[in-house]
């Protein structure tokens, strides 16, 4: 933007700097992917804050130009400046992702299917770390990366195993019994 005015300068940069519904992070967690953009999160580039920082490059405290300013080479770099990433919007968007990916546990089950004992094992559940994977994504965000994963944590059901009553069960039904049913 060198040798621009600060309005032609917001020009340039809004026509070379990607659009906040495109740049963004790819999400993983569980297999799969999301794509989660600076539009969702509200993180944005400031051009005007960028030209201005830009513009302001060698000139004094008033803003003028030195009178060699001709004479002098600047190759200076001025970043571009971020507007962050609203920490409830990424708390949002995880969110999303954590219905999308989270299950519940199952507990271990006995069923009886003619005179048989049918055991079934707990299977276990997964849900994220919402709280680290917000903060992980708002550093991705920060960082520029391309991607980041998510931690899918285990959660354990409250029954694993059928045993003992599995066990428990099939000797009831090894011996003679009596059903009453009171109407």
Do not use: C
């Amino acid at each position: 933007v060198s040798g621009l005015t600060i309005d032609e300068a917001v020009a340039a940069l809004m026509r070379g700097l990607p659009a906040p519904e495109t740049a963004g992070v790819d999400v993983q967690a569980a297999g799969q992917t999301w794509r989660v953009t600076w539009a969702d999160v509200g993180q944005r580039y400031d051009v005007r804050a960028t030209a201005q920082a830009a513009y302001n490059v060698g000139r004094d405290a008033a803003g003028n130009a030195p009178l060699f300013a001709g004479l002098r080479e600047h190759d200076e770099i001025v970043a571009p400046v971020i507007v962050p990433a609203d920490p409830a919007l990424v708390r949002e968007a995880v969110a999303r992702i954590a219905a999308e990916v989270e299950r519940p546990p199952v507990d271990a089950s006995l069923t009886f299917n003619g005179g048989n004992v049918v055991a079934t094992d707990g299977q276990p559940g997964q849900h994220l770390d919402v709280e680290g994977d917000v903060a992980r994504l708002l550093q991705a965000l920060t960082e520029g990366a391309s991607s980041v994963e998510l931690t899918l944590v285990a959660v354990s059901p409250k029954v694993a195993t059928p045993e003992p009553a599995r066990t428990q069960a099939q000797a009831w039904l090894a011996q003679p019994f009596t059903l009453v049913v009171d109407d």
